[in-house]
């Protein structure tokens, strides 16, 4: 399985904007970019999931290089409740439905 | 639309004790995932099942072993529990092995003493 490289952690202030950087430079031409997160004492949740265009949704927005080989999740206006870890992880849609996670993101959030 | 249940949500067990686990997954779903979280670790996949068949199995020994039943539920079951087995268990469920989006459940935490 393709393997992603997060940052091990990082901080935020309320109310602003958080880039979180994902490289996977042996990413396959069939692998869909996938993050989900994982709140404190909670199981992970689904965030949101792109392969080549940039993708929005309510919670957040996916940029991704055109070469594929990096992408960042964009969540628009950080709060306290999105502090949690984030996990960047290639999936190979179609062939099975198991995630290899990584060590992810942790984002801490400042008041 | 419930989502997906874990029960139960603590459990208390003894080493050499064998211990069983179940999940409920979202009405509809027809797959479902186990996954083992540690502090060191961090999160590692168990098994997945489709159809009451397993299709992946992760690298774990043969002491953690799942099952799927007609109606999508799962159950996992640890023997011979070991003091390392301590972790948080997760289950997911989705539609079906396609990869498409998972739900988690909020886990069974087991502490082995």
């Known amino acids: 399985d393709a393997k992603t490289t997060q940052p091990n952690s990082m901080e935020s202030n309320e109310e602003e904007p958080v880039h979180l950087p994902c490289n996977h430079s042996?990413?396959?031409?069939?692998?869909?970019i996938h993050w989900y997160r994982q709140l404190p004492s909670q199981g992970p949740e689904y965030v949101i999931h792109?392969?080549?265009s940039n993708v929005n949704n309510r919670m957040a927005s996916l940029a991704i290089a055109e070469d594929r080989k990096s992408s960042t999740l964009i969540l628009h206006r950080a709060t306290l409740r999105d502090a949690a870890v984030y996990y960047c992880?290639?999936?190979?849609?179609?062939?099975?439905?198991?995630?290899?996670f990584g060590k992810g993101t942790r984002l801490h959030i400042l008041p | 639309k419930a989502g997906v249940t874990q029960t139960p949500r603590y459990l208390i067990k003894t080493r050499g004790q064998q211990v069983t686990l179940s999940c409920s997954p979202i009405?509809?779903?027809?797959?479902v995932s186990w996954y083992q979280q540690t502090p060191g670790q961090g999160l590692q996949f168990l098994f997945e099942y489709f159809s009451e068949t397993q299709r992946n199995k992760g690298n774990f020994p043969g002491r953690f072993s799942g099952r799927q039943f007609s109606n999508s539920r799962s159950e996992m079951n640890v023997s011979t529990l070991e003091l390392g087995d301590s972790a948080l268990y997760l289950c997911?469920?989705?539609?079906?092995?396609?990869?498409?989006?998972?739900?988690f459940g909020a886990g069974t935490r087991l502490s082995v003493l």
């Open positions: 997911a469920s989705s539609l079906d092995f396609r990869g498409n989006i998972q739900y």
């Open positions: 792109g392969l080549t």
């Open positions: 992880i290639l999936r190979d849609v179609g062939r099975d439905d198991k995630i290899i």
């Open positions: 009405s509809g779903h027809r797959s």
């Open positions: 042996t990413i396959s031409g069939t692998d869909y």
